[in-house]
């Protein structure tokens, strides 16, 4: 299993970290658990994603969050090499936001 890391005192999981956890639980060495896991996960992610980019939903995880598509306008930037101006498109970027509760819960176990 690959190490979790912590950034100011808070664990931050990769995807493969979750794949790890869960594969382990459900351990099953005749399916292969492990890529099963991945295969779920990404799977699951794809069509987040897609709900919440293409189609314009919101995707809820009761009690844990929200998937929503947020939209940063065009703006001008600067090439840090050269400091020519350049337009920055217009992009939509995937957003999750933690409920309150749950926030609360993960923050007490930090404590």
């Known amino acids: ?3 979790i890391t ?7 999981m990769t995807k493969s ?3 790890d956890k869960v594969s382990h639980r459900i351990y099953d060495r005749h399916r292969g658990s492990k890529v099963i896991c991945e295969s779920v996960i990404d799977k699951m ?4 994603k897609a709900s919440v980019m293409n ?3 919101t995707v809820v995880f009761s009690g844990i969050g929200v998937f ?28 999750f936001s933690v409920t309150p509760p749950f926030r609360k ?4 176990q930090i404590k």
């Open 17 to 19: 970290d979750i794949v």
């Open 6 to 12: 912590t950034k100011n005192d808070v664990e931050v």
């Open 105 to 108: 819960r993960i923050i007490n």
């Open 55 to 57: 189609e314009g939903q």
């Open 1 to 3: 299993m690959s190490e």
């Open 45 to 48: 992610l794809e069509q987040i």
């Open 68 to 95: 929503s598509c947020n939209t940063k306008g065009e703006r001008v930037g600067r090439n840090p090499k050269t400091g020519v101006p350049s337009n920055i498109p217009a992009r939509q970027k995937l957003r």
